[in-house]
């Protein structure tokens, strides 16, 4: 998919920071300290932006896939290859890999344990270590924890299973409550109730989130969520703001608006102007995407649908299934 031609772009937003800076619009004349400056501006304004509003656009269905531990009787085997200084780049004969698999440790049959570094596909992972060997048998354990996504900054709503599951949505409990459930012992079986909770900090990769479950899982299992997403800074690659159209102007209202900061060293007249576009954003995605009804509000039974159940789709008595209604 193509962004749309008015949609303002990294550079379109680079020579409006450099003008306020006091430099020329023309970026071939900037020098090394110059392009830092204007950075720092469009990243300093790009974060004040993301942060001044629930933007509904920050928030995005995705999957996650909930997996069981891999045990090394299972009908799949993996080969290591050594890059001769960190790594082993592992390929499987079958998909056997999740990028929730990172930072566990894959224990290969005879060449041993080595803790996943990266995912790279269903089928190849990188692993710290020499992982070089014959093709071999293989276990992951989760443990019952995942790591979520890098890019996770929180969810909204519910959890849910994939269609055609006939299943209720997994209840978020506090994970205290998933803890206090592994006390009373471990089984395995659908997933029922989920946690989040912050991994210890590592000052080389930032804050990470982790989900804990209870019971664990029995099977692999893909569920959605709507997820709160943290952006990546604007550049050369990333060239186009979060909100397109509609808002970019107020990206590059709040980008000129941290350059003033830095030329002046107090919010000024571009500072007034950023917060009027804000206003004008807010407005805009408060009325985007309005659904025409939020549910029913009143006695189900009047709803011609009452009959529909959430657990199953249909019943069986005496070994013959018939339609619940």
């Known amino acids: 998919m193509v962004e749309s031609t008015l949609s303002l772009g990294f550079s379109d937003i680079q020579k409006e920071v450099a003008f306020v800076l006091g430099y020329t619009r023309t970026e071939a004349s900037w020098t090394p300290e110059q392009i ?40 799949v085997d993996v080969t290591g ?28 049959e005879t060449a041993g344990s080595f803790v996943i570094y990266s995912y790279t596909s269903p089928t190849v992972i990188t692993v710290l270590g020499d992982a070089t060997g014959a093709t071999e048998k293989f276990a992951i354990a989760s443990g019952g924890t995942f790591p979520l996504p890098d890019d996770y900054g929180g969810f909204e709503g519910k959890w849910t299973f994939q269609p055609d599951e006939f299943q209720f949505p997994i209840t978020v409990v506090g994970e205290s409550q998933i803890r206090a459930k592994h006390q009373l012992g471990t089984t395995s079986e659908r997933p029922r109730f989920i946690g989040i909770r912050a991994k210890s900090f590592d000052r080389t990769v930032g804050q990470r989130w982790e989900l804990i ?20 800074k604007m550049d ?23 350059a003033e900061l830095i030329v002046d060293e107090v919010p000024g007249a571009l500072e007034a102007a950023a917060q009027t576009a804000l206003a004008r954003s807010i407005k805009i995605d408060s009325e985007a995407n309005k659904p025409d009804s939020l549910g029913y509000n009143g006695d189900p039974s009047m709803l011609e649908s009452h009959h529909f159940h959430m657990g199953t789709a249909n019943t069986t008595y005496d070994g013959r299934e018939y339609p619940l209604g």
């Open 213 to 232: 479950m209870w019971p664990n899982t029995n099977a692999d299992y893909p569920v959605e969520y709507k997820k709160v997403v943290q952006p990546v």
């Open 81 to 108: 290859i050594w890059d001769g200084v960190t790594y082993s780049v592992v390929t499987a004969t079958r998909a056997s890999f999740y990028p929730s698999m990172v930072g566990k440790s894959i224990v290969m």
């Open 36 to 75: 830092l400056e204007i950075t720092r501006a469009i990243d300093d304004g790009y974060r004040t932006f993301f942060a001044a509003w629930d933007w509904k656009f920050k928030k995005i269905v995705s999957t996650f896939n909930i997996w069981a531990d891999v045990a090394e009787s299972d009908d």
């Open 236 to 258: 050369a690659t990333n060239q186009f703001p979060v909100g397109g159209v509609a808002h970019c102007k107020t990206v590059e209202a709040f980008c000129k608006a941290a």
